[in-house]
Every structure is written in structure tokens, then in C-alpha cells.
């Protein structure tokens, strides 16, 4: 998964309680996403990052914030979990450089809001 | 939405047979891609057509790209199961900054 993790890889929250999930990157890359996967809707873009306190809201941002203190890490804070934050969430990085903006992605997190 | 749309939702094939997928899309964009990604795991990167492009090839795998009609499609020959995936196109719209576009993908299961 081209040095990306997540954690954690599988929570289970109740609504209303404030939820972070973490992306880690080993390669210092500039650009990373959040994205959140759901059937029939494909991957959308949640927020994403340009550096190190630099960010921008995506097309589903309502009810997310995000925070990149460190270069490798991007955080996801859901500040009061409802259930149809259910999803999968996937971090992606583009490398620096990269031709076609081509993303590389993480192994996910399944998040369950009871 | 910017979303672009595959088809068929789902295919199913015997091993060997071609799978042929398209993708429609609704703005200009700089280049077109498609991600592969196994059940449970995060999409990998299979192939990119620039928008100046009409046709690629990778190994099995051939993209093409009709900018008129907003529209690709990739086929996949001789098909193994190990391809049972999902399949996504995802365009870099033009003017969108390093942002990707996602579709809502191909379910792709191949048949012994």
C-alpha cells in the first residue's frame, strides 16, 4: 500500500462521540485525501491536503474537519459521529512529481456508527 | 457531482473471455485513469490516458479515451480470475487542481 497506513483499520462509535482517524505516510509526500466509499457512490473526496497546514474542503466536507501538523501525518475528526458517517474511509497520497496526478492509497478504515 | 459513471455495475465472465468496461464522464479533463481494487483493500492504479490520447496499452489491458463523447473504456484480455476486482475510473478534471474525480465503479467477477 506504498507506505501508507491507516488506523485504526476498523472502529465501531456511537452518534454523537468524537471520532480520529489517522493517515500516516513514510515518504514526505505534499498532496494526501481523505476519501469515504460508499455503495453506490464510488469514492468521494472528504477533504484533502496541499502541505503541512494547508488543506481544503472536498465535495462531502459537512460534518468533517481534518489537520496536517506533520508532514506524514492527516488527521480525519469526525467532532460528533452520526450514522451516515458509516462508511469506509480511505487516505490517499500523490507523489510529488507524479505525471498524472495518480494516487496511491491506504488500506482503509471501516467505521461503523451505531 | 462530477462523478462519472461506469458500465456496466457488474459483469461476470468466464476465465479467458475479454471484459470490456466504460466510463463516462461530464467535463474537460487533462488525463483519465482506472484503479483496480480487491475486496476489503484500498484501489491501486492500473493505467492513465492523457487527454490528447486515444488509446493505451498496459500488458492485458487496453484504455480508450473519446473526448467528444466524454467517454473511455478498457478492456481487459484474456481474462484470469485473479482479475475478480473492482474496477474505477477517475478523471483530473481540467482547472480541478490535484484533485481526482472518482466513478462509482465496475464489479468485475471472473469464473473458473
Known amino acids: 500500500d506504498a507506505g501508507i497506513t491507516q488506523s485504526p483499520r476498523h472502529k465501531v462509535t456511537e452518534t454523537g462521540t468524537p471520532v480520529t482517524l489517522r493517515c500516516h505516510q513514510t515518504?514526505?509526500?505534499?498532496?494526501m485525501y481523505w476519501y469515504r466509499q460508499d455503495p453506490g457512490h464510488g469514492l468521494r473526496l472528504i477533504h484533502y491536503?496541499?502541505?503541512?497546514?494547508?488543506?481544503d474542503k472536498g465535495e462531502v466536507s459537512d460534518g468533517y474537519s481534518v489537520s496536517r501538523s506533520k508532514t506524514e501525518d492527516f488527521l480525519l475528526t469526525l467532532e460528533s459521529a452520526t450514522s451516515s458517517q458509516t462508511s469506509v474511509y480511505f487516505c490517499a497520497i500523490q507523489p510529488s512529481g507524479s505525471f498524472g496526478n495518480e494516487q496511491f492509497f491506504g488500506p482503509g478504515t471501516r467505521l461503523t456508527v451505531l | 457531482s462530477q462523478q462519472g459513471e461506469e458500465d456496466p455495475q457488474a459483469l461476470s465472465i468466464q476465465e479467458g473471455e475479454n471484459a470490456t468496461m466504460n466510463c463516462s464522464y461530464k467535463?474537460?479533463?487533462?488525463?483519465l485513469q482506472w484503479y483496480r481494487q480487491n475486496s476489503g483493500r484500498g484501489l491501486v492504479h492500473l493505467i492513465l490516458?492523457?487527454?490528447?490520447?486515444r488509446e493505451k496499452h498496459s500488458g492485458r489491458l487496453r484504455v480508450t479515451l473519446d473526448t467528444s463523447k466524454k467517454s473511455s473504456s478498457l478492456l481487459i484480455t484474456a481474462s484470469r480470475a485473479a482479475d475478480t476486482a473492482s474496477y474505477f475510473c477517475?478523471?483530473?478534471?481540467?482547472?480541478?487542481?490535484?484533485?481526482?474525480?472518482f466513478g462509482t465503479g465496475t464489479q468485475l467477477k471472473v469464473e473458473l
Open positions: 477517475a478523471t483530473d478534471p481540467t482547472g480541478g487542481g490535484n484533485k481526482l474525480t
Open positions: 490516458i492523457r487527454s490528447n490520447e
Open positions: 491536503s496541499y502541505g503541512v497546514k494547508d488543506t
Open positions: 467535463t474537460s479533463i487533462n488525463n
Open positions: 515518504e514526505n509526500h505534499r498532496y
